[in-house]
Structures are given as C-alpha cells and as structure tokens.
C-alpha cells in the first residue's frame, strides 16, 4: 500500500496526525536542579570565615596562548583564598585549586562550596575531592549569573583595573600580574562596601583579634 493511500485513508476518519518532533522531557530541568542544588541561594552573608566559599574561571588572552584564571573567594571577607592560572581547564586542575584552600584555612563541616555547572565543577573528581573533606557542593541555576555576584563581580573588576588595561605576551606575565594584583592591591588594599570600606584582609583581621 502506498504512503499517499495509508494518508487518504487516516484523513477520512479523522485520526491526528504523526508529529516528527522529537518531544521536550520537561522533567529534565527538575532533575538538574534536585542533582544540583543551589544551596547558597543568594545568601552571601556570613558571621565568620570558611562558611560560605565561592568559585569561578575568567579567560584571559596572551599573544602566544590564552590561559584560565580560576579563583576562590570567602564570602566572609571577600578574600581570594585560593588561586591558579592555566592554558588547560580541568577537573583535576579545580580539586589542585580546592586543595590548595584547605591547605590554608581552617574549616568546618559546614562549608559550602558554590559554583556554576561547568563540567569541571560537576565532574566525579571533584565530587570525590568534595565529599570526604565535607564540603557542600552549591550550583548557580542556569542563567542566573547573579547566583555567583561575588565572583562575577572580581572578575569584572579585575578586568577593568587590570587585564583589560594592556597586553600580554605569555602565562607568566598573567601569572605575575595575578600576584601583583591579587596578593598586592586586592585582599590587602582594596576596600569593600560589604565589608564596611575595609580590605579583605583587614576585614579577617579585625574578626580574629575581636
């Protein structure tokens, strides 16, 4: 029976028509929210250090190769407590970066850790990094960039002051202005609002002489 007969047919008694679109599951947004969940929800504020980290990667430009600087910020202080640049984004370059915060700072169970749903940060390495030191994993929804303001907003500010102001040749250029500014102007001299004007180091400071 030909296609043009088994139409004719379908048509006189009113059957509907076979869609060719591939349906929506719409159950998958849902589970990607209950699989990551946004734990911090926009609540930044904290009474103490190490209750509340934040994370996220810039891409910066070199005329010989581009690299990645990836950070991690207390919401506390707004202090960058960890930092690394690399030409490669990884997974396990984010557990060296988590590493290397726990390493300097004391913490607790309660610690959480929020980011976006880079395949970096969801990846079985960093979850297996994650779990053993107690640290819960917090995701941005997707789209929602506000979810990540402190981090968002480094970066936007580093940019203007910093990357954005000239050009550079190689990793190790950006290596050293990430020092210079990071270790030299923004956690000891720069001052947050959020922090009543004091710079992130003072802010930390300030906490533990109290």
């Known amino acids: 029976m030909s296609s043009g007969r088994i139409y004719r047919l379908i048509k006189s008694v009113n059957l509907p028509r076979m869609s060719a679109v591939k349906p929506k599951f719409r159950y998958r947004k849902k589970f990607e929210n209950q699989q990551l969940p946004n734990i911090l929800d926009q609540q930044f504020f904290t009474e103490q250090p190490n209750r509340k980290w934040t994370s996220d990667m810039t891409f910066i430009r070199t005329i010989t190769v581009n690299v990645y600087l990836d950070i991690i910020i207390d919401a506390f202080s707004r202090k960058i407590i960890s930092w690394k640049i690399s030409p490669r984004m990884t997974s396990q370059f984010i ?10 700072r004391k913490t607790s ?10 395949s970096q940060y969801t990846s079985h390495a ?22 990540n303001a402190i981090t968002e907003s480094f970066f936007k500010y580093t940019k203007k002051e910093e990357y954005n102001r000239r050009k550079f040749h190689d990793i190790s250029e950006v290596r050293k202005a990430a020092f ?4 030299g102007f923004y956690n000891t001299r720069r001052p947050h609002s959020a922090n009543k004007f004091m710079s992130p180091n003072q802010k930390e400071l300030e906490f533990y002489t109290q």
């Open 180 to 183: 210079n500014y990071i270790e």
């Open 95 to 104: 557990v060296e970066l988590i590493s290397n915060a726990l390493r300097k």
């Open 126 to 147: 960093v979850r297996q990094f994650l779990y053993p030191n107690q640290i819960n994993h917090s995701f941005s929804k997707i789209g929602y960039p506000w979810d």
């Open 109 to 118: 169970s309660n610690l959480i850790l929020h980011t976006d749903r880079g």
